[in-house]
C-alpha cells in the first residue's frame, strides 16, 4: 500500500491482528491479561466529555477523539487487506487497540510508539516530584533522570549507568529502561520495597488531565497538576515567558514564570526595563505591586470558579452520590433521589435509560452504563480536583496581601 502510517497506528494494527488470530497467537496468554476497556479520553461520551466543565479540558478530549477516528478511517484499507476479524475492524475495537498502545507501551529508541512489555506494562503510577534526601547532590550523578525522555504517549524511562555499577543502584533516579546489550527492558526499584508492598514506576512528568488523557486515570495529590487561567493580551507581550510556563501549581502558588510576569504587568511601562532584572530574579517590587499582583490573580481564580456550572462542594457531594449509585444495594429511597430535577443525574439517567430494579431496590445498570459511569467519575474527580487548586491559589493570595497590608483589602480591583 502507498499509504504511509505513523509507528502508532502500525503497532495499533499489528495488536489487532494479533488479536484476530485468537489462541494461534504466540502473544495469547499475555492479549488475554490486558484490559477490555479504557478510561482514556478518546473514550469519552458527549455526556463524560461535557462532565469535564472546563473549556480547554473538553478541547483536550475532542481532539483526542478527532485524532482517533481520523487514524481508525485512514487504517481501515490496511486492516481489510489484512482480512482482520470484522469486529476488529470497527471503531470500538480500534480505540481499545489505540488505548493500549497508549497506556501500556514503554519508551525505546528506535521506534516512537514504543513497546508492549508483558509484566512490566502491569506497574501502576507514582508522580515525579516527591524526590528522595539528596536529590540536588544526584543530579550531577551519572544516572540521567528519566523524565528527560517524557513522553505523552509511552511510559518513558531510560537507563544511562553500567550494568556493574551496583553501588549506585541506591541512588539511580530511573524507573527503568532498554538495555541493548541484554536485550531487555530492566527496571529498578526507587526504594527499599517490603514484601506484600506495591511497586510503582514512574512514567514522566504529567498533569491529571494528560494522565486521563492519555493513561485513563488521575492523582488526587499530584505535584506536576496545573492550572491555567485567562490572563490580559499584555501579561503576554510585557515579558518572555512562554505561555505554558503561566500557571497556578497545584498547592495553589502561582508559578515563579506567572508572578514574573504579572509583576512586569503592574508596573508601568516607562518603568519596565528598569526593574527587568528584579522581576526575573524573583524579587518583589514593592508591597502595593505585590498586593495588586495577589489581588488580581484572586480575582481572576474566583471569575472562573463562578463561571462553572457548580461548586467544589456540589462535586463533592455528587462523588459521594456516585459511590451509592455504583453499589448494587443502593436502597430504593436513594435511587429516587438520584433522579431529581435540576441535578447532573437527570443527564446521566436519561442517556442510559437506567431503571429501579423490582427485587431489592437496587439500580440496574448495563455494562456499558458502568463503564460510562466510571468515566463520568473521573471526569468529576479531575475537575473537582482543578476547582480545589483555584480555591487553594485565592486562599494563598489573600494570606499573601494579609500579611503585606490589611489596609490594602479591597484596593486596587482586589475584592473578596
Known sequence: MSIEFSFVQILTVCLLAEMSKGKSSWWHPYLMQLPRSYDTLA???QFEKQALQVDDAIWVTERAILKAELEWKKAIPLMEELKLKPQLQNFRAWLWASSTVSSRTMHIPWDDAGCL????DF???????????GWEDLKGARNESSLQNSSFWNKDATNNSDAGQDDVLSQ???DGGYKEDLAAYCFYARKNYKKGEQVLLSYGTYTNLELLEHYGFLLDEN???????PLEPEVYASSSWPKDSLYIHQNGKPSF???SALRLWATPASERRSVGHLVYSGTQLSAENEIFVMGWIAKSCHVVLENLPTSVEEDSLLLCAVDKMQDPNVPMEVGNALR?????????WEVHDLKIGDGNGGLLLSEKARRSMERWKLAVQWRLRHKRILVDCISHCTEIISSLSP???GHRGYQS
Open 43 to 45: 473514550n469519552f461520551s
Open 117 to 120: 512489555c508483558p509484566v512490566g
Open 123 to 133: 506497574y501502576n503510577y507514582a508522580a515525579p516530584g516527591e524526590e528522595p534526601c
Open 172 to 174: 539511580r533516579l530511573t
Open 223 to 229: 505535584p506536576n497538576d496545573k492550572v491555567f487561567i
Open 257 to 259: 514564570a506567572l508572578l
Open 340 to 348: 431529581s430535577p435540576g441535578v447532573e443525574f437527570s443527564a446521566f
Open 407 to 409: 489596609t490594602f483589602l
